[in-house]
């Protein structure tokens, strides 16, 4: 266990120069000790088995979901999921008041496809109560090999409960899709993740429209999970000309500004789609474009998830990375976000038997009175 307590050093977590913080983690040697001298089953445990399950429990007893120490298997298995590819049935998923809540189902998804909704509680996974398990833990458990089924008991925000099986997919998810709606002479862009690649795609898709018979902009941000914050600022930075786009604090950096990068194409009436499942990054977008004046936002209140995660990388023997919240964000004008959520500047209740697009439709009329027919924006 000294060799735990040195990595901890690494950590930040122990400084021997303070000897009261050194004897406060002694009794880690001593469990070690323990467990080496006493435990039945000691030669079955490897060292890095105890260190990974110590540093682990240290994080959870932050009682924060989105901190996590994550193993290098899993670190890679979540990094796969970052990228847009991986073996589940596609939902993201949180942390709330001890429950496993959905932020969102994404499009194509078994998920989706089996009625799972923004804000939905899964209470049981394979009929194992999901009360107090970690985020980390639920992810595990939820996604599995291709083809293998899962049962979730969840219920809705209605408060109906449901048994639901899912068989597991290998998930792959476009960040952006587009299409011109000649009739209104309107671009229609739906940005689903923030990742690595959503600002260069995003800006193709903006680029292909005739720019010069548009009558406006429609951006979907509905049941976007987020991402990275630099592909939100760079997203944003396509509609706001000039000016903050995210304000970051937290106890080790102060307060951070993000600016616009700036961008080259007309500004149009834009209208910005968001719902129960807009969250994270989508939210820095939505709550820059609201700010700022430069568009509308329709639909329903957003999720509410407003932190800011930071990855740290200790000197482990066989690695691990430190996932831990360090801060949380605001909107250009010091709106808090988190819990909270953004509300819609033209609001559209939800109609689950609801044929056409309502959000769509309302966003499209907003546009129309903007720009009549004939008159060029």
Not at 87 to 103: A, L, N, Q, S
């Amino acid at each position: 266990m000294r060799k735990t307590l040195a990595l901890l050093v690494l950590l930040g977590v122990v400084s021997f120069g303070a000897g009261q913080t050194a004897a406060l983690f002694q009794p880690l040697d001593q469990v070690y000790e323990a467990i080496r001298s006493y435990f039945l089953w000691a030669d079955q445990v490897t060292d890095t088995q105890l260190l990974y399950g110590a540093l682990k429990g240290m994080v959870q007893s932050l009682g924060d979901p989105h901190s996590v120490f994550y193993t290098p298997e899993e670190y890679e298995k979540w990094e796969r999921s970052l990228a847009g590819e991986y073996t589940g049935v596609g939902m993201e998923i949180t942390i709330r008041k001890g429950w496993v809540t959905v932020v969102t189902p994404l499009p194509g998804t078994p998920a989706e496809a089996a009625g799972i909704r923004p804000g939905d509680v899964i209470l049981e996974v394979d009929g194992e109560s999901t009360e107090g398990w970690t985020l980390e833990q639920a992810s595990m458990r939820i996604r599995g090999p291709e083809g293998t089924p899962v049962t979730l008991k969840v219920r809705h925000p209605d408060g109906k409960i449901e048994v639901l099986t899912l068989i597991r997919a290998r998930i792959r998810v476009e960040s952006v899709r587009s299409r011109y709606l000649a009739e209104e002479r309107v671009g229609y862009v739906r940005v689903l993740r923030l990742d690595a690649e959503t600002g260069r795609l995003l800006g193709q898709a903006l680029s292909a429209f005739p720019l010069g018979e548009l009558r406006g902009l429609v951006l979907d941000l509905r049941n976007n999970p987020g991402g990275y914050l630099s592909a939100a600022v760079e997203v944003a930075s396509f509609f706001v000309d000039r000016g903050v786009i995210v304000r970051t604090r937290g106890p080790s950096f102060g307060e951070r500004l993000y600016h616009s990068r700036g961008n080259n194409l007309p500004n149009l009436p834009l209208a910005v789609l968001v719902n129960e499942g807009t969250a994270s990054g989508a939210e820095i977008v939505a709550g820059a474009i609201q700010d700022h004046g430069v568009g509308v936002l329709v639909g329903r209140k957003t999720f509410g998830k407003g932190l800011i995660q930071q990855e740290f990388v200790p000197r482990l023997p066989e690695g691990g990375v430190l996932k831990l919240t360090t801060g949380e964000y605001l909107t250009p004008q010091g709106r808090k976000v988190h819990e909270v959520g953004l509300t819609p500047d033209i609001e559209v209740k939800r109609v689950e038997e609801a044929e056409e697009d309502l959000d769509l439709k309302a966003a499209l009329e907003w546009i129309a009175a903007r720009t009549p027919a004939g008159v060029k924006p």
